[in-house]
């Protein structure tokens, strides 16, 4: 791998959303990076590569995945490898990220973020098929903490602690989704806190701010919503604690007016400041 | 249980197949299980809307919903990207609506759409350098994005209406068979109705045939003076249109 480290970087950011493309081609919006679906992208032609190929130009980009399927036990599919591969060349991006989950195996592809048990099998099929696509893609992976709604009985150890080992195993760096963390402790009964204090600090890269929606029995992470008061006091704890970082407000549906994402932005911006200033 | 045990249960408890996953689960996660099994439907779903919008409005949301879980229910998602998930679709709506064949046009002209929306580039031709060519042997190549659909009904109408919002025809049969043609100008997707003749004369530039020769074959079928007529306005409007990435 010719670049086994990913620097840190210090910013703020928004996803590329197609509401807002038009913004983002034509005006000065008061970001400091942004993030893209990658999947979005990975097409053959036309307006969507036309804007993006804009965009980069401008700023730098994160590339965020959805279908990697890091945690599939016969492997990572050659094919999504090979267009992802292109895309980066193409981008350059500040990093290369996806979920720690899985979505497919053998030939059917649920296209969801399916939940890992945090089992000692499947931490080396993961740290294996880390190893794998870090070869292919030529740098580090960074992966993100999904948001998930259940257990297996079969569990060995802690989100963190599965986290925690898988980074030191392969260099991969974390995309820490504080929503994600909120909702997955509130759904399976772990402690954010605890999850917070757990995590390899020094390996994330990226921070997540979302919001989420309350289902029946569980919370749902719909990333519809502002970010909440408990999503903002865990980023506030976390902050401290990490390197320069890449931290963005995401929101995947209901995607509201440029200016109220730049709004929680600044929120965001706010925090960081002071709990820093705090901190020193 | 292995994790591609597990997973190969996950993946048969999403698609309503006999699964062990509920053992595999701690005690309290029958809920959890729901919201992953409501999600898989409901990603598809917004997917197939999402791809196929025109025929949505057309059908409206409860027709549209019974036929997305129709298709769901037997064709298991396998392609790296959900994108692709609208593959054969339109073949799913003409199963289920034999008597109403704009239904499976319009969610034909739907598809070919949006693959022409991402698919791949190609600057069109310089009319300009029409001068340059040499008739006799130059062939005609069309932009990758080309695609041809056979049409019975003015599902064009229906789609551009709806795409308007402006009142939208009732279904119709076209005074005769014909093709549309669908295909994306710099970055925007367009699609034409055009007749027999010209479809006949698209399929012959493809096959790699001259444009003379391409003439020759036309007055074949429908004279000389009227297949020379033909072929200029042909021509013509695939340059306007951008249709034309290079002659040569």
């Not at chain 1, 989950?101 to 969801?112: A, F, G, L, P, Q």
């Not at chain 1, 979302?210 to 976390?238: C, K, M, N």
């Not at chain 2, 809307?49 to 037997?74: M, T």
């Not at chain 2, 759409?113 to 190609?122: E, S």
Request: charged share 25%; net charge negative.
């Amino acid at each position: 791998m010719p670049d086994d480290k990913i620097a840190p970087f210090h910013g703020f950011g928004l996803g590329l959303r197609i509401p807002h493309f038009q913004h983002f081609l034509t005006e000065d919006v008061p970001v400091d990076f942004v993030e893209i679906i990658s999947e979005n992208f990975m097409v053959a032609g036309g307006r969507p590569l036309h804007v993006l190929d804009q965009v980069r130009q401008r700023w730098p980009v994160a590339m965020h995945g959805v279908s990697m399927s890091i945690g599939s036990a016969d492997g990572v599919r050659a094919d999504y490898l090979k267009r992802l591969k292109a895309l980066a060349d193409r981008v350059q991006p500040l990093w290369v990220s996806d979920h720690l989950s899985w979505s497919r195996v053998e030939h059917v592809n649920s296209h969801d973020l399916l939940p890992l048990p945090f089992t000692d099998e499947a931490l080396d099929a993961v740290c294996a098929n880390i190893l794998h696509v870090q070869e292919v893609l030529e740098r580090p992976l960074v992966l993100e903490n999904p948001s998930t709604y259940l257990t297996f009985a079969d569990d060995q150890m802690t989100e963190w602690a599965f986290l925690t080992e898988m980074t030191r195993r392969t260099g991969c760096y974390l995309l820490l989704d504080v929503n994600n963390i909120y909702v997955s402790g509130t759904n399976n009964g772990f402690d954010p806190y605890e999850y917070l204090a757990g995590v390899p600090a020094d390996r994330v890269r990226q921070v997540h701010l979302a919001g989420h929606s309350q289902g029946r029995e569980r919370l749902i992470d719909t990333h519809d919503q502002p970010v909440p008061d408990p999503v903002w006091d865990l980023f506030s704890r976390i902050y401290p604690r990490l390197e320069s970082v890449a931290a963005m407000i995401e929101r995947d549906d209901n995607i509201p007016p440029l200016d109220d994402l730049l709004s929680e932005l600044d929120v965001a911006r706010r925090i960081a400041a002071d709990v820093t200033m705090v901190a020193a | 249980m292995s994790l591609l045990s597990l997973q190969r249960e996950f993946l048969d408890f999403l698609l309503d197949q006999p699964s062990d996953i509920p053992v595999a689960v701690n005690g309290d996660s029958g809920p959890g299980l729901a919201v992953y099994h409501n999600a898989f439907r409901a990603q598809l779903v917004a997917c197939l809307k999402d791809s196929y919008e025109r025929l949505w409005a057309w059908l409206g949301d409860d027709a549209f919903d019974a036929a997305a879980r129709h298709h769901i229910a037997r064709h298991a998602p396998e392609s790296w990207t959900l994108g692709e998930y609208g593959v054969g679709f339109a073949e799913t709506i003409e199963v289920l609506y034999p008597e109403d064949p704009e239904v499976a046009e319009i969610a034909a002209l739907d598809w070919a759409l949006r693959r022409a929306f991402d698919g791949p580039d190609a600057p069109s031709f310089d009319p300009q350098r029409l001068a340059e060519v040499d008739w006799d042997k130059a062939a005609i190549h069309f932009v990758p994005t080309l695609d041809l659909l056979p049409v019975t009904t003015n599902c064009g109408a229906i789609w551009s209406a709806i795409a308007a919002g402006d009142d939208v025809p009732s279904a119709q049969f076209l005074p005769e068979p014909a093709w549309v043609r669908v295909w994306r100008m710099e970055l925007q997707p367009h699609f034409a109705t055009i007749e027999g003749t010209e479809m006949d004369a698209i399929q012959l530039a493809a096959s790699g045939l001259s444009f003379a020769r391409l003439c020759d074959r036309l007055a074949e079928k429908i004279g000389v003076e009227a297949a020379v007529e033909a072929a200029g306005r042909y021509l013509a409007s695939w340059l306007q249109d951008g249709l034309i990435a290079d002659i040569q």
